[in-house]
């Protein structure tokens, strides 16, 4: 009888293409629309480039095609296991085996502009096949398809084990530890392959062995040995495939749970004080070590932290490595910028006693303190001290307690202001590494915070440079005045808005009147923000004040930065026009909406 209720293979992979693509077009407004336009046309001119590379530069496509398949196994681990809007524990009652399940869940990963985005780039390789005939291009046609199944089939396999065994503090450090150092080798891994020696053959053997390159291999091979390779990637999508399936079945009747289970035993007592602040405090440092998603976001700030100028040191340029803690310090509140939402509903019991807000506010303050403080000291200290670049004491000494006492208040700002509903801790799913929020806001406002927070040690920064030993004192100063203010602010506005945050974080945010369309951004205008936002740091931060306080400091190493790589005479006009060009980028992206928005307004009355 439960043949006749279960639709056929088919039939149900067809409905799970049509779920997917009507939760899509559902959802398809505001920011939600400009983030995905924003995301086509920037994989769509990636995807163009692959294209080029395979034309241009043949011998850099195995390189480009392992950079698409690096993006499809940590992109959905950096946003919390991905797009889960078909979660297999909605489909568990099914009369089907996990195996046709899986498969049509399978299907309805295809529905959507990624696949389609990087079936464009796969496109390369019939191209690059082009200059071995036309077997090459048969060849490369189908290894473009298999190369696309195996890459969606490799991460959803892989964000599947990780579900599946992240139940401990351990798995989940460890986790953090592999997507940190993956993002420091995807943003300074040429460091490695300079140091390992980059013309050596051995990369080209090693790229061409992930499944990104296993079609270029094809293309280069004789037809039985390319024939051998498709027919062992058809067999390696069956095998993940059957993988896939045992993964879901497993995850759908295990116990899900977001945190580690509580002793057992009588239970810790909070400590006996009076003060509201320490008692939140303990209540943090606990959720702090419970918290799967926290912990693995911990692990990954601190990691890429870590990493990421110990590449560079494999070139001899220890430039980074004073500022380890530095950057630990930017990265950890990057990934604690959404406290109150991570912790769901729960805000109601600060706001049923009276005259608890403050309280809150200055106990989570003080808890991330006493968790990213104590190590981001002992990193600065010893990586200046190690790095022997004595120059740097004075900017490590004067940004460090800055960069602290900001992002203690940064974050506990954002949390009230910009608050991105989640779930309850738990209700969670399956999957520990989701907190059920949108994935995609949390995204834009560790964004915010990777800027927010550096911004407040500016003033330390600017006395270091007329005063180094002045700066320390500016940067204490800074510190303590930023976290005193910005939680000021974030607690009065609990008092105030507390009720609009709880109903936001159990309802959502509220339907947009049909009026306020009228305010909205051209779609044109807004991929243009969306795009200065993610873009204008890269010419201002790293490729224009960085080399402005290398060459104001004497420091020789170019690394890679663009100026330092050029004649003497063209590095301050390229210095200064890499920051002009930031400034504009951001100057645009945020007067564009007032004037839109005011002349709009305007014409309404």
Known sequence: MAHLLTPRPAALAQHMIRLRLTLMRNTLRGDNATNLYTGVTVGLALAIGTIAVAVLWPAHLPLTLAAWLSGWIFGPILIGGGNESLRPEYFSMLPAPPRRIAAALLAGAFAGPAPAVNLLALLSLPVYGWRYGPTGVLIGLVAAVTTLVTMIMLSRVIIALIGLFVRSRATAAAVGIVVGTAIALCSNGWALVIALGGSDSWIQRLLRALPSGWGVAAIEASWPVALAILVGGVVVIALLLAAWSALLARRVVSSARGGVPPRRGAPRPLPATTSG?????????????????????????????????????????????????????????????????????????????????????????????????????????????????????????????????????????????????????????????????????????????????????????????LDPWAGVATGLLTGALSAWGLGRIAYRRLEKRGIELLNLMKYGPPPQPAESATAELPLVHRIGVTFCYAIAWLPLFPQGLVPMFMKIFGVEEPVWFLALHLPPIWQWPTIIFMIALGLLMYGYAILLPIRLNSSSTAATR
């Open 277 to 465: 602040a320490r008692i939140t405090a303990a209540k943090e440092l606990r959720a702090w070590w419970r918290d799967l998603v926290r912990i693995q976001l911990l692990a990954t700030a601190f990691s890429y932290a870590l990493i990421t100028p110990l590449l560079l040191v494999t070139i001899d340029a220890w430039i980074m490595v004073p500022f380890i803690g530095l950057i630990a310090i930017v990265m950890a509140a990057a990934s604690s910028a959404n406290l109150y939402g991570s912790d769901g509903t729960a805000l109601w019991l600060t706001l049923m006693t009276p005259g608890a807000e403050r309280a809150d506010v200055r106990g989570r303050q003080l808890a991330w303190l006493l968790v990213i403080g104590p190590a981001a000291v002992v990193l600065s200290l010893a990586g200046t001290l190690v790095s022997g670049e004595t120059w740097a004491w004075p900017w490590v000494l004067g940004l460090l307690p800055a960069l602290l006492g900001g992002g203690a208040g940064v974050i506990v700002l954002l949390a009230v202001t910009s608050l991105v509903p989640g779930t309850d801790p738990h209700k969670r799913g399956g999957n520990p590494l989701s907190t059920g929020a949108d994935e995609t806001a949390e995204t834009s406002l560790a964004w915010l915070v990777l800027f927010a927070v550096p911004a407040t040690a500016l003033p330390a920064a600017g006395a270091i440079l």
